[in-house]
């Protein structure tokens, strides 16, 4: 180590004494030869891909005939649709509620999980567990029977003697809450990631703190919440980009219809139904312009927000 | 506020009556703790134990009977299951298990590389490359769909495994190289001085040096791609069009799709049976998955 941090010293000062390194760049071209498959990827299924959506946003096209220019035609008609409006209010609610419910859940936990508590690493495999699942079909299908006209809450209300509970996923007032629900079980993922970050927190700063005679909620709002802003924030941008993406369980829960009467019809959903089943890939190009601004903005005013919140310790 | 306090200060005195209840308090706080969170955990678990066990049950009972302690029990749920999709489920198992690992043998080595570059090594527009995958990670897949689409349209891929296999050669899963780097500049650098003064050059260095010391990321990105790959619905639902083709994933929706027969009990058979890797993988490998969450935040 002593005789490499020599090395360092000179060549340093071989530099100022006026020996013209070569290269700035030492490894030039072993560098590009390894991020060659990258490159080709970004260039060939991102950035080429993303220029040429852009184009079609303006163009009318069915795959069948080639591009037809149509100017700002599907912006305007995405001005004038309603049920693209609603698919958005219906994301919005989804990610308005779900992501903050989803987080808290998660907070609550990690904090209850203290370090050293018996059967830690049960609780957090069982808690874990649904978010690793929670995107498969069979669990959009299971949801779909928990919370069908027979399903098993059904069946657990009747008990209590409450006979007429909805079919909660064809009822349009509630089909959206279940999948808000669905959400909410993933709590594990984000849990995990406060556990990590609790475990970052000095414990000197809790002895300190007792010593001063806080107690829990003191403790809490005092060290932990301040100190654990950043891994909140970290969480809060990841799960609303991931969650305003959610398809499988609305076209699950839904049977690919977005229904009953457009309530579980997501943004992602709208989208592929104008691309892949009505063949409008230009006004689908639109769209996943506007889903891209939209995202792009909420993760902007996530970090603006960030500073009256968010404290960083360094 | 004050009782802990008083605690800090009689304990100091040494009264021992006060330390006492001071520890029974803190023991039924620690026993309520474990009931709520015990409760907790059945309400998060029962729907997926109820559906294994109600796949062991017989079609009329699954809905009348809500207990998870049934007497009669059947396999003929997967029986009939299994076939119900005119193929045996065994070519859907087998279709996933072809995208699962060919998604994981592309992410291992295109990710890997991007990463040794990435965290190793100095070339021109690095920084901006790197801030590019950075970006890419969040962006919505929906924004290159249908571009993506016409590509593999024009490359007559539609209805093969290739459009969901080709692009992570190309290390299209920009996570796992985030993943990778992070991991490759918290090894010590000393290593990688050492073999270039070895005179190593950088293939070595990566094949023989970084790549062995790499083995607990490359295992996170392995069970992950596993995951998402066998949860993968909407790449699949696009581009594979014949049910000989099918994933698990799309397989089962076929179910759905024929609710109105009402095969319930094949329809919770076959969810088991999807579900059965995802549970091994994650018994398996829980160790890397959580360390894996923990620094990346991916799912």
């Known amino acids: ?314 | 506020m004050t009782t802990e306090r008083l605690s800090v200060t009689t304990l100091a005195i040494g009264s021992d009556g006060w330390r006492r209840a001071h520890k029974r308090r803190r023991i039924t706080a620690s026993v309520l703790k474990h009931v709520g969170l015990i409760a907790l955990s059945i309400v998060m678990i029962y729907p997926l134990i109820w559906l294994v066990v109600s796949s062991f049950k017989p079609n009329g009972e699954i809905f009348t009977d809500l207990s998870i302690f049934t007497s009669t029990h059947t396999l003929d749920n997967y029986v009939k299951g299994w076939t119900s999709q005119g193929l045996g489920f065994q070519v859907f198992l087998g279709n996933s298990s072809i995208l699962v690992l060919g998604a994981i043998i592309g992410n291992l080595i295109s990710c890997s590389m991007a990463a040794y570059a990435f965290a190793r090594l100095r070339f021109r527009l690095r920084s901006l490359f790197f801030a590019v995958m950075l970006c890419t990670i969040m962006l919505p897949i929906h924004v290159v769909l249908v571009p993506q689409f016409i590509i593999f349209k024009n490359l007559g891929w539609l209805g093969t495994f290739l459009p969901l296999i080709v692009p992570k050669f190309l290390a299209t899963d920009a996570f796992f190289i985030f993943l990778m780097v992070q991991f490759i500049r918290a090894l010590p650098q000393e290593l990688f001085e050492a073999a270039i003064i070895d005179g190593a050059g950088q293939v070595r260095t990566f094949l023989q040096v970084t790549i062995p010391l790499m083995v607990p990321a490359l295992a996170t990105t392995a069970i992950f791609t596993f995951i998402w790959t066998w949860s993968d619905f909407f790449g699949p639902l696009i581009y594979l069009r014949e049910t000989p083709k099918f994933p698990v994933s799309v397989a089962l929706k076929g179910f759905v799709d024929a609710q109105s027969t009402s095969d319930y009990g094949g329809m919770f058979a076959m969810s088991v049976v999807s579900l059965l890797p995802l549970f091994i993988v994650f018994a398996l490998g829980q160790r890397y998955l959580l360390r894996g969450i923990a620094t990346t935040g991916i799912k």
Do not use: C
């Open chain 1, 1 to 314: 180590m002593s005789s490499l941090g020599e090395l360092r010293t000179l060549a340093l000062n071989a530099r100022k004494g006026g020996v013209k390194l070569k290269n700035r760049f030492p490894d030039n071209k072993a560098g590009y030869a390894f991020i060659a498959p990258w490159l080709v990827g970004i260039l060939v299924f991102t950035i080429g891909p993303m220029l040429y959506s852009l184009y079609l946003a303006f163009t009318n096209y069915n795959l069948l005939q080639p591009p037809h220019w149509a100017g700002t035609a599907n912006f305007v008609q995405m001005f004038h649709d309603p049920r693209l409006w609603n698919s958005l209010k219906v994301t919005l609610i989804y990610v308005g509620i779900g992501v903050p419910l989803q987080l808290a859940l998660a907070l609550a936990l990690a904090i209850l999980l203290d370090r050293g508590m018996r059967g830690l690493g049960f609780y957090r495999s069982v808690f874990y567990l649904p978010s690793l699942l929670g995107g498969s079909v069979a669990v959009a299908i299971l949801w779909t029977q928990v919370f069908g006209k027979n399903g098993l809450l059904n069946s657990f209300l009747a008990i209590f003697g409450i006979h007429n509970a909805p079919g909660w996923v064809s009822d349009p007032n509630f089909a959206l809450g279940t999948l808000i629900v669905l959400h909410i079980w993933t709590f594990g993922s984000p849990m995990v990631i406060f556990l990590a970050g609790l475990r970052q927190v000095p414990d000197m700063y809790y002895e300190a703190a007792q010593m001063d005679g806080a107690g829990a909620a003191r403790r809490f709002f005092s060290i932990t919440f301040p100190l654990l802003t950043p891994i909140i924030f970290f969480n809060l941008v990841l799960q609303v980009i991931f969650a305003f993406q959610s398809f499988t369980q609305a076209y699950i829960v839904s049977g690919g219809t977005g229904g009953p009467s457009d309530s579980t019809m997501f943004f992602t959903l709208y989208l592929y139904q104008q691309a892949f089943t009505q063949l409008h890939m230009g006004y689908a190009s639109a769209m996943a312009w506007f889903l891209l601004l939209i995202i792009g903005g909420l993760t902007a005013l996530n970090f603006w927000l960030s500073r009256f919140w968010v404290f960083y310790d360094d």
